[in-house]
């Protein structure tokens, strides 16, 4: 176990944990982004207007996974999920956390 996962819980065990209860995942690249290619079944909120969709998010009443291109703007999503009192994780890029899905 590296440093990172000791400090910050093994991310892998974390987003198997989010999908056995049934996590939402949301995908905060643009549009234009998404389109290209996306994990089946995910939703589209780019980072922008993620502030807009928290009451959306919050009535779902699901933990979220979130991801992007490349784990940076997932992660500044999660931070303000769970600012919001909405359980997230940074699942990182979102071609990577297909294959641990």
Same mark, same amino acid.
């Given at each position: 176990? $590296?440093?990172?996962?000791?400090?910050?819980?093994?991310?892998?065990? /974390?987003?198997?944990?989010?999908?056995?209860? /049934?996590?939402?995942?949301?995908?905060?690249?643009?549009? %234009?982004?998404?389109?290209? $290619?996306?994990?089946?079944? +995910?939703?589209? @909120?780019? !980072?922008?207007? !993620?502030?807009?969709? @928290?009451?959306?998010?919050?009535?779902?009443?699901?933990?979220? @996974? %979130?991801?992007? %291109?490349? $784990?940076?703007?997932?992660? +500044?999503?999660? +931070?303000?999920?769970?600012?919001?009192?909405?359980? %997230?994780?940074?699942?990182?890029?979102?071609?990577?956390?297909?294959?641990?899905?």
């Amino acid at each position: 176990m $590296g440093l990172l996962d000791f400090l910050t819980g093994n991310k892998t065990d /974390k987003i198997k944990d989010f999908q056995s209860r /049934k996590a939402i995942i949301i995908d905060v690249r643009t549009k %234009a982004e998404f389109s290209q $290619g996306a994990i089946p079944g +995910s939703r589209n @909120i780019p !980072l922008q207007m !993620l502030n807009d969709k @928290i009451e959306d998010i919050k009535k779902m009443n699901k933990p979220v @996974i %979130a991801c992007c %291109a490349s $784990g940076m703007r997932s992660a +500044s999503a999660a +931070s303000v999920l769970n600012k919001h009192g909405i359980e %997230a994780v940074n699942g990182g890029g979102w071609s990577s956390l297909q294959k641990k899905l």
